[in-house]
């Protein structure tokens, strides 16, 4: 079965830093385009980042030039780097299989627990 399990979330002051982690296990993860998909209340879920298996990468215009998306395919291990982290960053975050080349709207699935990410002002 496939699982994706996210960790690295908390607490940070605007400005501040964070890197999730995603850990895939049950699929043969290199195959895979992997995305990093957040959704605050209120807020329609979106795709912020994604990693194609070739390793072209996408960034949701609010998040450009802030976060890296990156993989490490001998650890099945997904990455978000989160640098100057604003307040309207603030959200639960999920990473997923991307079913296409990373983009706004690309179907995706097998989504993980998520993990809270909470910017401070």
């Known amino acids: 079965q496939v699982q994706l399990v996210e960790s690295g979330g908390g607490l940070v002051q605007a400005g501040g830093s964070l890197r999730l982690t995603c850990a895939a296990s049950?699929?043969?993860?290199?195959?895979?385009?992997m995305g990093w998909h957040r959704q605050a209340p209120g807020k329609e879920r979106e795709l912020v980042a994604g990693?194609?298996?070739?390793?072209?990468?996408y960034y949701a215009d609010s998040v450009k030039g802030r976060f890296t998306i990156s993989r490490d395919n001998a650890k099945n291990t997904l990455y978000l780097q989160m640098n100057s982290l604003k307040p309207e960053d603030a959200a639960l975050y999920y990473c997923?299989?991307?079913?296409?080349?990373?983009?706004?709207?690309?179907?995706?699935?097998?989504w993980g627990q998520g993990t809270q990410v909470t910017v401070s002002s």
């Open positions: 990693v194609s298996s070739g390793g072209s990468t």
């Open positions: 049950g699929l043969t993860f290199s195959s895979y385009a």
């Open positions: 997923a299989i991307l079913y296409g080349d990373p983009g706004r709207d690309v179907p995706a699935g097998y």
